[in-house]
């Protein structure tokens, strides 16, 4: 089980444990009445190409900068509890946790459009790239699905 820290946003390359990262959001607030969480994980198949590894760079303190203004912003514009943000950086197998945020609110609803908002936001301006290892070689991912 990996130990949950006080900060709310993480840069990591060990994996996470979302149940862990759910009961820490958990005990910020008695008033929070909905979690929503986004769990990305590596997946086998892009643009039909298999592919056999992920591996995730990034601009140190500039990417982690990035991902506390979107957690600041989620929680100022949708009117949110609390949000926490990790993200997976180095080698990532198939099938293992890549990102995760958690957004807690009073009620489903912002939580809800704080989080797909916060995903979004987070592939459109965050400096994380991904490279993908296919059987045609080596692919670093220019877009955002």
Not at 19 to 48: H, P, Q
Not at 87 to 104: D, K, M, T, W, Y
């Amino acid at each position: 089980m990996n130990a949950v820290t006080e900060s709310k946003v993480r840069i990591q390359k060990e994996d996470f444990v979302v149940t862990d990262e759910i009961e820490a959001m958990k005990k910020v607030s008695r008033n929070i009445g909905g979690i929503v969480t986004f769990l990305g994980t590596g997946r086998e198949l892009s643009k039909g190409e298999n592919i056999s590894q992920l591996n995730f760079e990034h601009y140190p303190q500039m990417a982690e900068k990035k991902l506390e203004e979107i957690r600041v912003k989620a929680i100022e514009d949708y009117k949110i509890i609390d949000m926490s943000i990790i993200h997976r950086i180095g080698e990532i197998e198939i099938g293992e946790n890549i990102v995760l945020i958690v957004a807690a609110g009073e009620h489903r609803k912002e939580a809800f459009a704080a989080c797909e908002w916060a995903i979004a936001e987070l592939k459109r301006t965050t400096p994380i790239w991904k490279r993908e290892t296919t059987s045609n070689g080596e692919v670093w991912v220019q877009d955002t699905p």
